[in-house]
C-alpha cells in the first residue's frame, strides 16, 4: 500500500501564492506517476497536474497553465505544487493522487488539503 500526506494549504489573497507538498510512504515501488486534483464545493473532482516519475514529463489543466508548476523529488517520494497569480475559482480542497504503475490508475490519494483564495 501507498500513503500519502498532503501540506501546505491555506488562506490567500488574490494573486498570491502557496505551495502544496505531497510526500508518499509505503510501497513507493508501484508509483510511475504522481497529480493533482481538485474539488470544488458542488463541483466534481478535476484534474490539475501531474508528473512522471521516470523523464519528469508534467501536464497541467488549462485553467493551471502557466500560473502554476509541479515538480518531484524522486530521493524522498515527494511532489510539489506551486500555485502562483491565485484566482478564486482556484479555491477547492486539492488532493494528491498516486498513479499505479500497474493498475494504470490513481488508486490512492491524500486526505486533502484546502485551499481558499479571497479576493
Known amino acids: 500500500q501507498v500513503q500519502l500526506v498532503e501540506s501546505g494549504g491555506g488562506l490567500v489573497q488574490e494573486g498570491g501564492s502557496l505551495r502544496l507538498s505531497c510526500a508518499a510512504s509505503?510501497?513507493?515501488?508501484?508509483?510511475?506517476?504522481m497529480g493533482w486534483f481538485r474539488q470544488a464545493p458542488g463541483k466534481e473532482r478535476e484534474f490539475v497536474a501531474a508528473?512522471?516519475?521516470?523523464?519528469?514529463?508534467?501536464s497541467f489543466a488549462d485553467s493551471v497553465e502557466g500560473r502554476f508548476t509541479i515538480s518531484r523529488n524522486n530521493a524522498k517520494d515527494a511532489v510539489s505544487l506551486q500555485m502562483n497569480s491565485l484566482k478564486p475559482g482556484d479555491t477547492a480542497v486539492y488532493y494528491c493522487?498516486?498513479?499505479?504503475?500497474?493498475?494504470?490508475?490513481?488508486?490512492?490519494w491524500g486526505q486533502g488539503t484546502q485551499v481558499t483564495n479571497c479576493s
Open positions: 509505503g510501497r513507493t515501488l508501484s508509483i510511475d506517476n
Open positions: 508528473i512522471w516519475w521516470i523523464g519528469g514529463s508534467t
Open positions: 493522487g498516486a498513479r499505479d504503475r500497474y493498475l494504470r490508475a490513481y488508486g490512492c
